[in-house]
């Protein structure tokens, strides 16, 4: 089932949203109470898109949130966390993470999203995760075994927990240094999420060096 504010983005569409220069705490995003603790290297900052293959607005965000990845510079650090919020959403992000351990994300994390978004494929079953994936060099039981491995299962006991730590109840969410997030309902839009996280990428480096 979709959480609230997934389904309150349709209400909102993909209109730019005018903004200031300087977004506003409350407003365009939200301040955690408590940082949570970054996993990059000294020096880098940290940008986290956490969301569900089986949300299309996730799916929507995909375009120009990868336009704006292939522009950052060299100080930040992307990456993706897939929410872990029912039994469903859990089984695509052990696909996720699998994909990871066996080497083949950054081709399948396309196609993957494509097979449910427009093919209507539920992909959540580890037969089905594992047929798909020998398409791409790696055979059914390999699959299997990266499915069932000890090192997906902690990696989705971490998801969980930083979803947690986030205060999440929905996605697609950009949470940046740990300490601030963005959502479609502050954001005005999906298209703005990524400029919003740009100027809060710009926040953190002034602070950085005051």
């Given at each position: ?73 060299d100080d930040v ?96 969410a950009l949470v ?35």
């Amino acid at each position: 089932m979709l959480k609230p504010w997934i389904a309150a983005v349709a209400g909102l569409g993909l209109s730019s949203l005018v903004m200031a220069a300087s977004p506003v705490a409350g407003k365009e995003y939200k301040v955690l109470d408590t940082s949570v603790e970054t996993s990059v290297d000294e020096g880098q900052i940290e940008v986290i898109e956490v969301f569900w293959y089986g949300c299309p607005y996730c799916y929507k965000l995909e375009e120009p949130l990868n336009a704006w990845v292939d522009e950052l510079p060299d100080d930040v650090t992307f990456q993706r966390l897939p929410a872990t919020m029912s039994d469903t959403w859990t089984a695509h992000a052990r696909a996720f993470y699998a994909a990871q351990q066996l080497g083949i994300l950054d081709q399948v994390h396309s196609d993957f999203f494509d097979a449910i978004q427009q093919q209507g494929q539920r992909l959540t079953d580890t037969d089905d995760i594992a047929a798909f994936f020998s398409d791409y060099a790696v055979s059914e039981a390999d699959a299997k075994e990266a499915l069932s491995s000890f090192g997906v299962k902690s990696q989705i006991n971490q998801a969980y927990a930083k979803m947690r730590a986030y205060e999440l109840m929905g996605v697609p969410a950009l949470v940046v240094d740990g300490q601030y997030v963005v959502t479609p309902r502050t954001a005005g839009s999906l298209e703005e999420m990524p400029q919003i996280a740009g100027a809060l990428i710009d926040k953190v480096r002034q602070e950085r060096s005051e």
